[in-house]
C-alpha cells in the first residue's frame, strides 16, 4: 500500500519534466561519505571537548558516583583524558580543527562536518548498524 501511494506522485513515474525541485539551484556535485571504524576520534579532530580537559586524569568513579550512576560498573582506575591535540578556529566559518590535521584547516570553508549524529544506544556497533541501514 505504502509504495502504491509513492508510485502515485509522477516525479516518481518520471512523468514529470522536472522530477525534483529545490529552492535554490544545487551547487554539490559530488557528496564522500567516510565510514572508518577505527579511524581517528572525534574528540581529536573537528570537536573539541573543552570539559575533558578540565576533567583530565580526574577518576571516572569519582563522577559517576556524583552523578548517581552504579560505581561498580565504571572502573575505579579509569580516569577522564584531554585530547593531546590543540584546536583553533579556521576559514570564515569558525569550524574547529586540531593540529592533527593542518592542511585540511586551510580548506575548511570548503568541507562540511557533521556533528550531529546520535543514536539510542550508546554502543558503537549499534550506531552503525542504525547509520548503514537507514534507521
Known amino acids: 500500500m505504502s509504495l502504491s501511494?509513492?508510485?502515485?506522485?509522477?516525479?516518481?513515474?518520471?512523468?514529470?519534466?522536472?522530477?525534483?525541485?529545490?529552492?535554490?539551484?544545487?551547487k554539490v556535485k559530488n557528496v564522500v561519505f567516510f565510514f572508518?571504524?577505527?579511524?581517528?576520534?572525534?574528540?581529536d579532530s573537528f570537536d573539541p571537548k573543552p570539559t575533558l580537559t578540565?576533567?583530565?586524569?580526574?577518576?571516572?568513579?569519582?563522577?559517576?558516583?556524583?552523578?548517581g550512576r552504579k560505581s561498580?560498573?565504571?572502573?575505579?582506575?579509569?580516569?577522564?583524558k584531554k585530547c593531546p591535540w590543540k584546536f583553533q578556529q579556521y576559514g570564515s566559518c569558525g569550524m574547529p580543527v586540531s593540529d592533527l590535521f593542518p592542511h585540511i584547516a586551510t580548506c575548511a570553508d570548503d568541507i562540511a562536518v557533521i556533528r550531529s549524529m546520535v543514536a539510542e544506544l550508546p554502543l558503537h556497533a549499534a550506531g552503525n548498524l542504525f547509520l548503514h541501514s537507514g534507521r
Open 5 to 26: 501511494s509513492l508510485m502515485s506522485n509522477k516525479s516518481y513515474a518520471g512523468l514529470n519534466d522536472s522530477p525534483t525541485t529545490f529552492h535554490f539551484p544545487p
Open 36 to 43: 572508518m571504524p577505527g579511524g581517528v576520534s572525534h574528540v
Open 54 to 67: 578540565k576533567h583530565h586524569d580526574q577518576s571516572i568513579g569519582d563522577w559517576a558516583s556524583r552523578a
Open 72 to 80: 561498580q560498573s565504571v572502573s575505579p582506575n579509569r580516569k577522564w
